[in-house]
Every structure is written in C-alpha cells, then in structure tokens.
C-alpha cells in the first residue's frame, strides 16, 4: 500500500449556507482517499496533482491509499464498509460500474452503496502500439491483425477496465480475432507493449501520452469524441468505425459510503469545486490528455453516473466482455 499526506493549512471556503455549516464541523481530521490505480498511473498522478488543493479547500490533511486489486473491487469494496462520516473517500472511475455489470454477483452495488460527491477529470484510452512497429496508422494494425487471426494480443490494466473494453469494441467493430492479456495494472501496459508480450493497448490518455511523448509508443487513435490537442494528428476511432460506442471516455470521480449526511457531502463537494476550479490544477490535467470534469452538485454526478451504467453495459453486450 503506497501512502502520501498532503499536510496543509486550514482555509475558510465562500460556501452555500448548508455546506458552510457542515465546513463548522467537518473536516476536523485528515480525510482518506482511497485510489484503486497503481502509484505512478494516469488516475493516480490526477489525484496526487490534485491532492494539495483539495486538501488547502478542505482545511485538513488528505492521505491518498492506494489499495490496487481486481480492477478497482476490492477499493470499492473496501471503502462501502467505513463509516458514513466522509473521513473516507474512493476515487472510482467507470470501471467501478463495469464491475458490477460483468460480476452482478459482488458484495457492493456502485448505485445504492455510495453517495457521490463529484465528477473529477475524463479522459479518453489512446490506441498505442511499439514506436518501432510496423503500423504507421490503424487502418494498418487492422488489415494485418484480420491477415493473421488470433496471432496478436492487446493488454489492459485488469478485466473490465477501460482499456479493455476499447481494445474489446475495437475486436468487435473491426471483426478481429486477437487475445486480451490482463495485466496487473495500468502501469504495465507500455512494458509489455515494449516487451513484445502484447501488441497493442488502449491505456487512458494520461498514460499513454507521456510514453508517445517520449518516444516509445506510438498513437495511432484515440477514443474521444474530438481530437486530442495533445495528439492533433491522431485520428479519433469513431472517424474510422462509424459506430458512437467507438466513443470511450474514461472518468475519475470522488464517492463516499452511503448514509453519509448531506452536510458532509456538499461540503466535499465545496471542495472539489474549489480544487477543479484551480488554474493550475486545469493545465495539470489537460497537459496530461485529461480534462478536469467538474459535477454542478451532487446529484448531478448521481444522474451522471445512472447515465453511464447504462452506457457502458450497452458497451459490454457490444464487445461480448465476461468476467472469466
């Protein structure tokens, strides 16, 4: 378990009066975090960038834990069993819906076992391959993929996670037959693309774009809906396929357990809204291929993320994901 505090001093936020009243009494200790993402991956880095701003608007220390497993089940798990006090908090992303879509059978429900706080940043997977491969486009990768049938592998960060259903759709929408490596994390995804165990990847934008930056990797799509700033050259997958599944954005969003009181929540929420108001928390974020992904309140994130289950289930049917 990799763990950090972001110790910082008290600070008095222009809240709304229900929020201004739960700030009187909360937080009075270091609020936990619990990230499901390896040290070092794109969410994660998100979350540290963002965790002395959060913590300067929260008026206390956040402790960020990293409890990596089972493609985010066992954080979430984890974090549905604490006290409803907002002391601790999960940093889920729509791989937390995913989850319990392909394993209805887990000990938590994403909708009924959390009350959200807030949207945090999207970001689009960008299709990444070996900077020495031999596609130069993915017109390219797919016409030899379909030359050779079950010859190629792709590798994703678990079962269920973004970059495996956007390597799974991009199988099903192009008519490939190609085997999915799960990894142990996100952060594996370029050493097995520069070991030759995989082929291809769709690792989240603030993974992937430091690794095309660097010249290891090379993008040959990416799942927004727009073309990336960052990658203005890249093409977006739905250019290619046609079809608005090809559009995957992954996204990052702070719950706490359910019960938690109302007070608690919007005074999170304060916090958030000052956090990714933050000009420099913005720049971080965007430099990296994220977008900050603010909610207008809480029970707009709650819409949001009902939205999404239903989204993204639709999306497992297409790509023909199991949990096995």
């Known amino acids: 378990m990799q763990r950090r505090h972001f110790c910082l001093g008290a600070s008095s936020l222009a809240l709304g009066p229900l929020a201004a009243r739960a700030a009187e009494a909360f937080p009075t200790k270091p609020v936990r975090i619990i990230s499901p993402y390896a040290a070092g991956g794109g969410p994660d880095v998100q979350l540290r960038q963002a965790g002395p701003a959060l913590g300067e608007a929260l008026g206390q ?9 089972a493609a985010g089940v066992l954080a979430a798990q984890y974090v549905a069993q604490q006290a409803p006090d907002g002391y601790t908090l999960l940093m889920g992303s729509n791989t937390h819906l995913i989850q319990k879509i392909l394993q209805p059978d887990l000990k938590f429900d994403p909708l009924a076992d959390f009350a959200p706080v807030s949207n945090f940043a999207a970001s689009p997977t960008v299709l990444v391959v070996r900077a020495d491969a031999p596609w130069q486009r993915l017109e390219d990768l797919i016409a030899d993929l379909k030359a050779r049938p079950g010859q190629a592998n792709y590798g994703s960060g678990g079962i269920g996670t973004s970059a495996h259903l956007a390597g799974a759709t991009l199988a099903s929408l192009a008519g490939l037959k190609v085997t999915h490596i799960p990894l142990k994390g996100s952060v594996e995804i370029a050493a097995s693309l520069l070991r030759g165990d995989t ?3 769709f690792p989240v934008a603030g993974t992937g774009i430091p690794q095309v930056k660097g010249g290891k990797l090379r993008a040959l799509a990416v799942t927004s809906r727009q073309r990336l700033a960052q990658l203005p050259d890249v093409p977006t997958l739905h250019e290619r396929l046609k079809n608005e599944l090809a559009v995957q954005e992954s996204w990052f969003g702070v719950w706490a357990p359910a019960k938690t009181p109302p007070a608690v929540v919007a005074a999170l929420h304060a916090g ?12 971080a974020f965007e430099a990296a291929g994220n977008t900050a992904a603010l909610s207008e309140s809480p029970q707009a994130f709650a819409e949001f993320v009902r939205s999404e289950n239903r989204k993204w289930a639709e999306i497992v049917k297409l790509a023909g994901v199991s949990a096995s």
């Open 199 to 201: 082929q291809y990847a």
């Open 61 to 69: 220390p956040i402790v960020i834990e990293n409890k990596v497993g």
């Open 272 to 283: 958030a809204t000052r956090t990714l108001k933050t000009p420099s928390i913005q720049a």
